[in-house]
């Protein structure tokens, strides 16, 4: 990260002084681009909610999907002085914003149903869980509508990482491989550094003061090695912990080796932690991620229309027209406005018709999805806290179930609490999405005892499994890009086609997250009431 | 992009084909590394991986109103450049699978769906597989 302080204009000019300069001289990008070089403005593109005012009286907008990005549009379409519609698919808003609790049904495309029995209070997050705490605009939209946040607790140095091919496949503390890999790196970088390996490459202070960085990050000895001692005690934990009065002296733990430590790949987890999306703080709402939707909903909702599949999306010079049907009661209707805000995910978009151009409609054809799959377990009580001293946090495996994470609100209450007993990606995904949700779930508790062999199974209650590719209002959970499908279609997939204009997690840089889709309908709704307002 | 070190290292490995699935893109994932192997053989890798969205029985998601097609009866089967090309290509909602199939994979599999399915016996190889990931410049990643 460049600092601005070290590497800025020299000679009395402030920062602030040169980027007013570079702004008027390049223009907002280029400043944008200056500031980020100086070291600000390295959050998402968010400069505050749109102030989008004076609506030509009678000018109304269709949008199709209540998921953030047509809830977002809706709110601020309507407030510029809008006549909005929403049409939801669903028999709830809020899409891939959304939360399993007690009493819900997942039905999947070829029938297989669950129904959840989680206890009161008690949810799974199948989509986003946790909130980076620079996705600005999510945050303030959380703020003004009232959705209280807590802290997600991500970097749990107590919890466990777990491969079968290291440590005979028994679990291992974080915090002890962490500790232990950069200690036994340090004093392989300390030997190379006397022995003069990097004496072309560094020069005689840096050696020196790198020696000290080693000795004191590393925790080497005075004999630049890395041993057991109670200074690494202090940080990889004790065999005998500190004590009072006449209670033994605490007692150093003993040592992984390098190729244990190696054989664990904590680097992956030492690595992924430095995320810019991963990094501490992270939050997630109050009760389940849902409440953002709610929080939505609480302002718009009598603008959404739920349980209407829409069926065919034809536009003129005169404004657009959207057949729908009602999947409750069979009834079909049409609703028509000036513009479209599209926000139905491409796989679902593609079985649509739609009077779009070739270059749109090879654009929504063009977007594939990741199909994750995650399963909440509910426990009969939270033996991570009471046995292990978990709270919150993940332990990770390389098995398909990929991790378990641990719940970050009422800590230390009895009862029964919900695990994420899965999140898994890629070849996991696939397999664990083909199986019935019976089977998932023995899946789940199957890999995930390696971590609480002696309670996993005997606490567990119930269970839900969410495979996104079989969910048929969406059959996916993320958009996948390439460098070459980025050229050739992104473009034409967010530019508007006539009256409609996509918007969603699909059409954003930022795929994957509630900020893109919320960034993507801020841009559409920004250029659509410039065209509003010029046509 | 996933690193290429990945693939190589599980190659050495032996004959299961392990998979990273440590994201190095900007979307959320689990943030490990994923030793899931995936069957050799036609069957296997199409129950660990096409039923996932295509089912069990192979029909598809035609039922539930979705655009998921069938893979049983399906007469586009004949054209084996056209099954190879989606398996490496991906087409609409179906990503590519070159980045964590071997060629040896998806042939076994498209051989299987073939004649499993439908009753077109000729088996399609891993070298017909590999000519057309480099006809079509390399296998697909991501951004």
Redesign the interface.
């Known amino acids: 990260m460049t600092n601005g302080d070290a590497g800025g204009p020299q000679g009395g000019t402030t920062r602030r002084e040169l980027l007013s300069m570079i702004g008027a001289m390049g223009g907002a990008a280029a400043m944008y681009q200056a500031m980020t070089a100086l070291g600000h403005a390295a959050e998402t593109q968010f400069t505050g909610p749109p102030a989008l005012s004076g609506a030509r009286p009678g000018s109304s907008v269709l949008v199709l999907g209540a998921g953030l990005a047509g809830l977002l549009a809706a709110l601020e379409l309507s407030k510029a002085g809008y006549r909005v519609q929403v049409l939801e698919f669903q028999d709830r808003a809020g899409g891939r914003n959304y939360s399993v609790r007690g009493g819900d049904r997942i039905v999947e495309v070829g029938g297989a149903t669950q129904t959840c029995t989680f206890a009161p209070g008690n949810y799974l997050n199948p989509g986003p869980w946790r909130i980076p705490h620079h996705h600005r605009t999510l945050l303030h939209y959380c703020k003004s509508l009232g959705v209280e946040l807590e802290p997600f607790i991500q970097n749990n140095h107590n919890a466990f990482v777990h491969r079968g091919d290291a440590f005979g496949g028994q679990p291992q503390r974080y915090k002890e491989l962490a500790v232990d890999f950069k200690g036994h790196i340090s004093e392989l970088l300390g030997k190379a550094l006397n022995e003069g390996a990097l004496d072309q490459k560094v020069s005689v202070e840096d050696k020196e003061k790198l020696l000290v960085a080693l000795r004191e990050w590393g925790l080497l000895d005075a004999n630049m090695a890395y041993t057991s001692t109670i200074r690494v005690a202090g940080q990889r934990g004790y065999d005998i912990p500190p004590g009072g009065g006449l209670s033994p002296a605490p007692t150093p733990s003993s040592l992984n080796s390098l190729g244990g430590v190696l054989s664990s790949n904590v680097w992956t987890q030492m690595g992924f932690y430095f995320n810019y999306v991963m990094q501490t703080t992270m939050f997630q709402p109050k009760g389940g991620m849902d409440m953002i939707a709610a929080g939505f909903m609480r302002e718009v909702g009598q603008l959404v229309r739920l349980n209407t599949r829409v069926t065919r999306i034809a536009q003129s010079d005169a404004g657009v027209t959207v057949n729908w049907t009602d999947t409750q009661t069979g009834e079909a209707g049409s609703s028509s406005a000036d513009w479209c805000v599209c926000t139905i995910p491409p796989p679902v978009l593609s079985q649509i018709e739609m009077q779009v151009g070739s270059a749109m409609q090879n654009a929504i054809r063009a977007v594939p999805m990741n199909g994750q799959v995650k399963i909440g377990l509910e426990m009969r009580s939270r033996f991570w806290e009471d046995n292990y001293a978990i709270y919150g946090g993940h332990s990770f495996t390389d098995q398909a179930i990929s991790l378990i994470s641990y719940p970050n609100d009422n800590m230390f209450k009895d009862g029964p609490a919900v695990l994420l007993g899965a999140f898994a990606n890629g070849a996991g995904a696939f397999q664990l999405a083909g199986m019935t949700p019976e089977q998932r779930i023995e899946m789940a508790l199957e890999q995930g005892s390696v971590f609480h062999p002696a309670e996993y199974r005997r606490e567990y209650v119930s269970g839900a499994s969410v495979a996104w590719s079989r969910l048929p209002w969406i059959q996916g959970c993320t958009s996948r890009w390439t460098e070459a499908s980025r050229a050739t279609h992104y473009r034409n997939l967010c530019d508007f086609d006539g009256r409609i204009v996509l918007a969603g997690e699909h059409a954003t840089y930022y795929g994957g997250w509630m900020e893109g889709s919320m960034l993507s309908a801020l841009d559409a709704i920004g250029r659509l009431h410039s065209r509003a307002l010029s046509a | 992009m996933r690193p290429a070190g990945f693939a190589a290292l599980a190659g050495a490995a032996g004959a299961v084909m392990g998979?990273a699935?440590?994201?190095t893109?900007?979307?959320?994932?689990?943030?490990?590394?994923?030793?899931?192997a995936?069957a050799e053989e036609g069957a296997g890798v199409y129950?660990?991986?096409?039923?996932?969205?295509h089912?069990?029985d192979a029909r598809g998601?035609a039922?539930?109103?979705?655009?998921?097609p069938a893979l049983a009866d399906n007469p586009r089967m004949a054209d084996k450049d056209y099954a190879i090309e989606i398996m490496i290509k991906?087409?609409?909602?179906?990503?590519?699978f070159s980045d964590?199939l071997s060629s040896r994979q998806i042939a076994a599999v498209l051989t299987h769906i073939r004649t499993n399915f439908n009753d077109y016996e000729e088996p399609i190889t891993a070298l017909e597989v590999d000519r057309a990931i480099a006809l079509a410049g390399g296998p697909?990643?991501?951004?």
């Open positions: 998979v699935t440590a994201s893109s900007a979307q959320d994932s689990a943030g490990n590394v994923s030793s899931v995936i129950v660990q991986i096409c039923q996932a969205c089912m069990a998601g039922g539930a109103g979705t655009g998921i991906g087409r609409g909602g179906m990503p590519w964590i697909v990643s991501d951004e």
